[in-house]
């Protein structure tokens, strides 16, 4: 099997089509992304429909979750983050369509699938909650607790930003890095060798604008 990975889109389109077409690419047919779809770039509506579209398996990131609830809870935002997260936050909630915010209101907070007869476990922090996060320096027991929770040969997060890949008791966990933060990162797994590889990309796009 040779599955691609994306995540942490945060609506930078240039970066997700620069991705989308090099997965095409590749013949690379499945494709997954850990979450973390909007804000900070100003194409949501963009990246969701692409996401839509191409029916690709997506979890609910941190700031997911914080565009849809915006106007609900902007009040108590207001004193976990800086003025200029606030701001891409009520410019992601302003700017992008009802159907758009219901489908990322409705995306699950982890998936589990069987891809080529292989499980995946796909979520944006860890499979304790979108909130968690880990790194490939992160003490060995968090790995094997988080591997009896998802129970699935493959374990993919987000969150960080930092790729990286893993092989604890068995399972490989793995990180693509972020696709639209500086070069547009994704990750290429390869079950066909042994064991099993995972290969980083970074690869240039034009443009990088911000939410006003």
């Known amino acids: 099997m040779l599955m691609a990975v994306c995540g942490d889109i945060h609506g930078n389109l240039p970066a997700f089509e620069a991705v989308l077409d090099a997965v095409d690419e590749a013949g690379i047919r499945t494709l997954v ?29 941190a700031w997911d979750r914080r565009a849809v609830s915006f106007h609900r809870k902007q009040g108590q935002l207001r004193g976990q983050y800086s003025a200029d997260e606030l701001d891409a936050l009520r410019w992601t909630y302003e700017n ?3 159907r758009n915010l219901e489908y990322l209101r409705e995306l699950p907070r982890q998936r589990v699938l069987t891809i080529d007869g292989i499980g995946v476990f796909l979520c944006h922090g860890t499979p304790h909650g979108p909130n968690d996060d880990l790194r490939e320096d992160g003490d060995i027991v968090k790995f094997r607790r988080l591997r009896e929770t998802a129970n699935t040969e493959i374990i993919l997060c987000g969150r960080t ?21 500086a070069s547009a990162s994704y990750a290429v797994i390869d079950t066909e060798t042994d064991p099993w590889q995972v290969h980083f990309h970074k690869i240039g796009y034009p443009g990088n604008a911000k939410c006003r």
Request: proline content about 9%; some cysteine; overall charge negative.
């Open 96 to 98: 992008t369509l009802s």
């Open 161 to 181: 930003h930092e790729p990286f890949s893993r092989i604890v008791e068995g399972a490989l966990f793995a990180n693509p890095g972020a696709t639209g933060v």
């Open 33 to 61: 992304c850990t979450g973390d779809c909007v804000v900070g770039h100003p194409w949501p509506n963009e990246v969701i429909g692409l996401l839509r579209d191409r029916r690709i398996p997506c979890v609910q990131g």
